[in-house]
């Protein structure tokens, strides 16, 4: 029985009847190997049994007719559109079909061929006409339901070629390999991988394509995950952890407890058990791998630092990664201020202690005080650091590294991530240890989504806000009065003594063009509707000094407005800030506006955030109402996901996400995520292993690259 490896191997040309000049054009399509070919899913399906008469066809209606090209005209619109114009006739009526920007159709339909069109039918200048409707070749195929093929046509490849060859190369397939064990594929109701190949390029009805297509991205998900869980064995396997000491620890090196007892406030219900979940994490012999998934101001940030006193109090280091300057600065001053009443013990001094060694350490840090800094981490005399990717290079050396924490993982890669962890041990002779890691995404995905992109991960999630927080009300400005209203606003808050933030809109390029529009919008509300306030302005090209300067002139309330960038979307923090107006707010994402948004809202005055934005378009009215509706940062998360879909969660992350053909992150498929991991785990624990785990392992190979898959499967 051939496994998907040897289909791998097979040529595509092998396949009768697609020869050596159409094995050129799917190459085109990246499609060389058998795999490749019968993985080529079609991108839709018509129904047959739907077909009407073109004499029968209502307006305004989604219809499909078998029909004969009667004429076929080719020119250009007073734009330079190419403009294709077919006149079609099923022997029951004619019908106009027009092609805009699809000048190959006119080579693809010949007068006589035979095609079925689906579309809506419309018209123009009195007659009816499809515009743009999909195509497909029938050939001689006879199936109620048609697949249609992603960019065949394009390629000069009929769908019904591609049909013909695909059919052609299961039949010589015969049965395939099928590596999911049956108790697995009775529990989940699965279909074969046989049946599901032939029924995915060729159903006998949709229920069918449905059960095909639900098998095939169970298989997706699967590999992933056996990636993923593989992973974290390798990981364990090679792992030297630290056994940090939680409590008890004797009061007076109790540093945790401590910290706690002089907060201004006490924990949520919600930090005190992510502490918990991360304290077991750190007191076991294996390196913690967690995600602290939490809304804009649920307070990670203090149970960030708790984790990184947990290193302290053992005599051990702490770093603290975050992707931007700004984001460094505010961590640094926030952790320097959140840690000031603490003291370590220090049989060197006349008390006995001395207070914590926290530094800052960017590209910024000018060079004396870097190779101090350098010095005092080699040394163990720096506590915790905190910094920007400079953490990274290779002169940052620990004494002993226990606690790694990375905020925003998202703008870091998966290398970052192991490179600040490998710092725990000596790069020559590998002593030391591993670090305990915990990331931190700015807002929260859904569980299902985390568990794909960071499925190495173990989760914890904040889903409480502290409380006393006044809720924000969100307004869409859509029109010029909507717009008055928000100035109006700012005015009076800032009259009241409160201070507001205004985001520029974005502008293409570079961030010198930024700062400069950011500069233009400031001087523009100063002389216009915010006039007579003292307005500041924030941006990325100011110096690090400037930047702090302007933040500290905000927080003391001698700026009441603060005209920025996006800079401010990450860890500002004023509580005095009860407006934000955000300029052409269709061009953020959701997540973006989110995070944004909780700039405000962050004590127990009443805020308000306008969405400046005259757009139409669906798109941005179900982003900017969903802002509307909600402040709770899961519920967004949920919208955003189906709205954009996995490609702007995974991003360009791993090779092996490329495989993810058919699967989705979308509600749809979260059940299968579940279970493709629930596989994975039991696949994984059964000893002696699995002939079938053998065979996944091996078709891993095929869609991660050889280096990570030789990492993988080491046993
Ligand atoms: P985020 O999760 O967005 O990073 P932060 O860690 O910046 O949130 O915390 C937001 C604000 O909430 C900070 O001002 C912080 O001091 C405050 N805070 C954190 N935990 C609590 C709590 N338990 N009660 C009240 N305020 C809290
Ligand atoms: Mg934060």
């Not at 720096?382 to 998202?410: C, K, N």
């Not at 190495?456 to 400005?477: F, M, N, S």
Request: net charge negative.
């Amino acid at each position: 029985m051939p496994t998907l490896q040897r289909l791998a191997e097979i040529p595509v040309g092998d396949i009768k009847r697609v020869g050596e000049k159409r094995a050129e054009a799917l190459a085109g399509l990246d499609i060389t190997t058998v795999l490749d070919l019968i993985t080529h899913y079609p991108r839709r399906y018509i129904d047959r049994s739907r077909q009407a008469d073109v004499a029968g066809m209502t307006m305004g209606e989604e219809s499909l007719v078998l029909a004969r090209v009667e004429s076929v005209k080719s020119r250009r619109t007073r734009q330079g559109r190419a403009l294709v114009e077919l006149d079609i006739d099923d022997g029951t009526g004619r019908l106009r079909v027009t092609f805009f920007n699809q000048a190959w159709r006119a080579k693809q339909l010949p007068v006589g061929t035979e095609a079925l069109f689906f579309g809506k039918l419309d018209s123009y200048r009195g007659k009816r006409q499809f515009t743009n409707p999909v195509v497909d070749l029938v050939g001689n195929r006879t199936g109620r339901i048609v697949p249609i093929y992603p960019t065949s046509e394009k390629a000069g490849i009929a769908g019904w070629e591609f049909g013909e060859w695909i059919g052609e190369a299961l039949r010589r397939a015969g049965e395939l390999d099928d590596p999911l064990p049956d108790h697995v594929r009775r529990e989940l109701d699965l279909m074969d991988r046989t049946a599901a190949f032939h029924a995915i390029h060729a159903p006998g009805s949709f229920d069918e394509r449905d059960r095909a297509r639900r098998r095939l991205a169970l298989d997706e998900l699967l590999r992933l995950q056996l990636e993923v869980v593989m992973r974290r064995q390798a990981n364990e396997r090679d792992a030297r952890g630290i056994s940090h000491r939680v409590a008890p620890v004797p009061a007076e090196q109790d540093l945790v407890a401590a910290f706690v007892a002089q907060l201004p406030f006490s924990l949520t219900a919600a930090q005190t058990r992510a502490l918990a979940e991360i304290g077991t994490d750190l007191a076991g012999p294996l390196p913690m791998h967690r995600l602290l998934q939490g809304d804009v101001g649920s307070g990670k940030t203090v149970v960030a630092v708790a984790s990184l006193l947990v290193a302290v109090q053992g005599g051990h280091q702490g770093a603290f990664m975050a992707p931007t300057e700004v984001l460094a600065e505010q961590h640094f001053l926030g952790v320097r201020e959140l840690v000031a009443a603490l003291a370590v013990p220090d049989p060197a001094t006349l008390a006995g202690s001395r207070p914590l060694n926290v530094v800052l350490l960017t590209s910024r840090t000018p060079a004396g005080a870097r190779s101090k800094m350098h010095e005092g981490l080699r040394a163990g005399a720096v506590d915790i650091v905190v910094g920007t990717h400079a953490l990274l290079t290779d002169d940052v050396r620990f004494a002993s590294l226990g606690v790694v924490v990375i905020d925003e993982q998202h703008r870091f890669g998966v290398e970052q991530r192991a490179t600040l962890r490998a710092k725990g041990r000596d790069a020559a002779s590998g002593e030391g240890a591993d670090p305990d890691l915990l990331v931190m995404t700015a807002t929260p995905i859904p569980r299902t989504a985390a568990m794909v992109v960071f499925g190495d991960l173990d989760v914890t999630e904040l889903d409480e806000l502290p409380a006393g927080r006044a809720a924000i009300k969100t307004l869409w400005a859509r029109t010029e009065s909507d717009d008055d209203d928000a100035w109006q606003r700012v005015r009076d808050q800032v009259a009241a003594g409160h201070r507001a933030y205004v985001v520029c809109p974005l502008v293409e390029g570079t961030e010198k063009s930024q700062a400069k529009s950011a500069t233009q919008e400031k001087e523009r509300l100063e002389q216009t509707v915010l006039s007579g306030l003292s307005i500041g302005l924030l941006h990325g090209q100011l110096k690090p000094a400037e930047k702090e300067g302007v933040m500290a002139a905000f927080r003391r309330g001698e700026l009441s407005v603060l005209v920025a960038t996006t800079v401010v979307e990450v860890g500002v923090d004023v509580a005095e800030a009860t407006v934000m107006v955000i300029e052409d707010a269709d061009h953020f994402g959701i997540a973006q506006l989110h995070q944004l948004r909780g700039r405000v809202g962050r004590s127990d005055l009443a805020s308000w955030c306008y969405l400046v934005s005259a757009s139409s378009t669906p798109e941005a009215a179900t982003r900017l109402e969903a802002l509307v509706k909600s402040t709770d940062g899961f519920a967004l998360a949920e919208v955003d996901l189906e709205l954009r879909g996995e490609g702007t969660i995974l991003g360009a992350r791993q090779k092996g996400r490329s495989d993810l053909k058919l699967a989705s992150l979308r509600r749809g498929d979260r059940e299968l995520v579940t279970a493709a991991r629930r596989i994975a785990e039991s696949l994984l624990a059964e000893q002696p292993p699995l002939e079938s785990t053998a065979v996944l392992a091996d078709e891993l190979r095929l869609f991660v690259g050889d280096d990570e898959a030789a990492y993988l499967l080491k046993s």
